[in-house]
């Protein structure tokens, strides 16, 4: 069989942290050619067993290649990477964890400055990069031409979800997202808290805990039907006149046991705010427009 001699897009990748550098290994690992540049040039030098070039600054890396990948810890750290660096022509594609506005500020700044923009939000952490069956991706959004161009070798460190033009809709999603887990870890928290000083060992809650979690989730379904429809009430089989009048007993219990309620309280006060507005035959929902201001 003839070898393949079609050479594959190179990438530059600013920043080498653990989640850029996961990423440049799995780059190089499907044999594209890649340079790296990181602030501490030691995390860069590692890679260069595996192939990679290193670049002396952030803009020769930034003129390496077409396609330039960033992964730095926040937007700051973007602005001090890419302050005066030439990005005529480049495709820059900012993976750094950002607010909406930000995303889309960067991308004003990007076209100012002659680049092309994408903005990423990475759901996946460093191990789940190169392991397809993880199941993580990074949505992207901005420039859809972009994209589509990069499709193929964006998604070789992790898939891809594309999610708009509006450059800040990649951040909006991840950041909804993780918020989402946040609520999660933060009732597992709760959870815990309660068996601590039991002779209950933590080890054979957590399956129960994580299976009850997982048979809860298909609930954001129905959510996002009752916002879609408007109507809250549609399907409820848990309203919420009986779910409020269970909470002094969880609120009890805390006490009881030890715990502060501050992370369970105030979400039983929006459930409680919602039922004196009369939404008792809803369910959760309605919390929802308590929330939007
Ligand atoms: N790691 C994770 O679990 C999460 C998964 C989801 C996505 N996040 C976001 O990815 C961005 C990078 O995260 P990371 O895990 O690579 O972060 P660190 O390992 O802390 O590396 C940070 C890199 O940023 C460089 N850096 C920081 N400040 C500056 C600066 N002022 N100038 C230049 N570079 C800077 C740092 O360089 P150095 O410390 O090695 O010199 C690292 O390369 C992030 O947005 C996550 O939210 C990861």
Request: one cysteine or more.
């Amino acid at each position: 069989m003839e070898p393949n001699t079609v050479e594959k897009p190179s990438v530059t990748v600013l920043g080498l942290g653990a989640m850029g550098t996961a990423l440049a290994r799995a780059w190089l690992a499907a044999g594209h050619p890649l340079t790296v540049w990181n602030r501490t040039p030691a995390r860069a030098a590692a890679l260069t067993p595996e192939g990679a070039r290193v670049a002396g600054s952030a803009a020769q890396a930034v003129a390496a290649s077409a396609l330039v990948v960033v992964c730095l810890l926040d937007d700051s750290s973007v602005d001090q990477v890419l302050a005066g660096v030439d990005l005529a022509g480049r495709d820059l594609v900012n993976l750094t964890t950002s607010t909406p506005a930000q995303a889309r500020a960067r991308a004003a700044w990007a076209r100012r400055h002659g680049a092309r923009y994408l903005d990423g939000g990475i759901m996946a952490v460093p191990p789940m990069i190169g392991v397809p069956e993880a199941g993580g991706y990074v949505f992207y959004s901005g420039s859809r031409a972009l994209f589509e161009r990069h499709r193929e070798t964006l998604g070789v460190p992790v898939g891809t979800t594309y999610v708009g033009d509006d450059a800040g809709f990649a951040a909006l999603y991840d950041v909804a997202l993780l918020s989402a887990m946040y609520g999660m870890f933060a009732g597992a928290a709760h959870a815990f808290a309660l068996i601590r000083r039991e002779d209950i060992d933590p080890a054979a809650l957590a399956p129960l805990l994580a299976d009850w979690l997982v048979a809860m989730i298909p609930a954001v379904h129905q959510t996002a039907d009752h916002l879609r429809s408007g109507d809250y009430t549609k399907g409820v089989v848990s309203p919420l006149a009986m779910q409020v009048a269970g909470t002094p007993t969880f609120l009890r219990t805390a006490e009881q046991q030890g715990v502060s309620p501050e992370l369970l309280r105030p979400y039983f006060d929006l459930m409680r705010r919602r039922l004196a507005e009369g939404g008792g035959e809803e369910d959760l929902t309605g919390v929802i427009d308590l929330l939007v201001q």
